[in-house]
């Protein structure tokens, strides 16, 4: 079993996993999904003191005071700022990062940084303008556009200009990481400039990285949930390997097995096998599963009794 961790961008909440936990599960791993203050279900949480440090706290003491680790922490736009933000506290509990169409910032960087939207709010005085609205966003066809705009709220500017503190660079980490695009987003003009573009043909050519498309807008969660599904489960069953350790062979890595005599039982040499052999069949054939095009709630049932 692997815990994973998802955290949702700016506007949201943790709503936005909806169609993406239940697979996971399904498949026998353990996701998180965590509001962050003043957003989603803890919209009437928000003030003007609300932060990107804020957000990071909330996403450092789910994985303290639930006792996680070894786990996959997801960022998806706004929350690649917050994940890489919370790496300075949980770290050594990290396996593996994916940023999912997200900021990926350096030490000392803001979003606005990022983005070069240095918009003219404020969080003091009587004209005080403390929240930033929804971004205008568009959903493929047959996505029920209306219930996800509804969820959307007002986002507090202080995420948008407080600064990332990472002392150690992303890369030196020892965790794993993979960047995930969407590639129906427009490209950067000099008029329209694209962080996500930016760090994707970056991250493309670097061999620290994994790379991974979905031929969708940037509302992937919404647009393409079983898509991404299909792209995280893989990391699992290869075991958060570096890009540079793929090149072992099978046997290199294969877990060592007690010799068998003719005389051994089935019930022994089931015994046998690796720990995480019945969980890689339940999340091998729940992929399998999500490609014939079964509901989440028939791949639960039909992955249940294995």
């Not at 997801?74 to 919370?86: D, F």
């Not at 003009?189 to 930016?198: C, D, H, M, Y």
């Amino acid at each position: 079993m692997t815990t994973f961790v998802l955290v949702h961008g700016a506007w949201g909440g943790s709503y936005a996993f909806r169609t993406v936990r239940g697979p996971l599960r399904a498949a026998g791993h353990e996701v998180f999904t965590p509001s962050l203050t003043g957003l989603g279900e803890r919209a009437h949480l928000s003030s003007p003191q609300v932060g990107l440090a804020t957000h990071v706290t909330d996403v450092a003491n789910t994985i303290l005071y639930e006792d996680l680790s070894d786990i996959v922490l997801l960022g998806y736009s706004y929350g690649g700022m917050v994940v890489t933000g919370a790496l300075e506290h949980v770290a050594d509990r990290v396996a593996h990062l994916v940023y999912l169409d997200a900021f990926v910032p350096a030490d000392g960087e803001a979003l606005n940084d990022l983005t070069g939207a240095h918009a003219g709010f404020t969080t003091v005085g009587p004209d005080a303008q403390w929240l930033v609205p929804p971004a205008v966003r568009a959903f493929d066809e047959g996505v029920d556009a209306a219930w996800h705009l509804a969820r959307r709220v007002p986002h507090p500017a202080r995420c948008f200009s407080e600064p990332v503190r990472l002392r150690k660079p992303l890369e030196d980490h020892r965790c794993t990481r993979t960047y995930i695009k969407a590639t129906a987003e427009p490209r950067p003009s000099p008029n329209r400039p694209s962080a996500f573009w930016a760090t994707a043909d970056r991250v493309r050519r670097d061999p620290a990285w994994r790379y991974r498309e979905i031929d969708t807008n940037h509302m992937i969660l919404a647009n393409r949930p079983g898509e991404l599904v299909d792209l995280l489960l893989p990391l699992v069953l290869d075991g958060f390997r570096s890009p540079e350790s793929r090149q072992i062979t099978r046997t290199e890595t294969r877990l060592p097995r007690p010799e068998r005599t003719q005389t051994t039982s089935h019930i022994q040499m089931a015994l046998e096998k690796p720990p995480l052999f019945t969980r890689r069949r339940k999340t091998t054939r729940a992929l399998g599963s999500f490609r014939r095009g079964l509901t989440s709630q028939e791949v639960i049932d039909d992955v249940r009794d294995m």
